[in-house]
Nanobody, 128 residues
Framework: QVQLVESGGGSVQAGGSLRLSCVVSGYTRPSCMGWFRQAPGKEREGVAR???????????DYTDSVKARFSISRDNAKNTLYLQMNSLKPEDTAVYHC???????????????????WGQGTQVTVSS
């Protein structure tokens, strides 16, 4: 059984930082993983994606609104995905979910991929 469990959310003031973690069990080294978020009244959007290129070489993609502020990474030894979020803004407030795709990432957009496995989400609240 595949499980993804996020942690690290919380409340911070604008300009602050948070680091989200996502521990994956039941699925060793997914080739394509991502972070998504959903704010109240808005559709879910892809935030960042990390995809296997070859061997241990990964490539990362970001949605425009978080480029240069957020960084996605993974620790394969721990089967854990991370999202380092810096310079947080009130508009970053949302529930953040990690997801693992079946197979390789597909397409050029950060949301592209057969993301079949999802975590329960962790709340991030940024106050002005």
């Amino acid at each position: 059984q595949v499980q993804l469990v996020e942690s690290g959310g919380g409340s911070v003031q604008a300009g602050g930082s948070l680091r989200l973690s996502c521990v994956v069990s039941g699925y060793t080294r997914p080739s394509c993983m991502g972070w998504f978020r959903q704010a109240p009244g808005k559709e879910r959007e892809g935030v960042a994606r990390i995809r296997l290129i070859s061997s241990n070489l990964y490539y990362t993609d970001y949605t425009d609104s978080v480029k240069a502020r957020f960084s996605i990474s993974r620790d394969n030894a721990k089967n854990t995905l991370y999202l380092q979020m810096n310079s947080l803004k009130p508009e970053d407030t949302a529930v953040y979910h990690c997801a693992a795709a079946v197979g390789q990432c597909s397409g050029a957009d950060v949301q592209d991929g057969h993301f079949a496995y999802w975590g329960q989400g962790t709340q991030v609240t940024v106050s002005s």
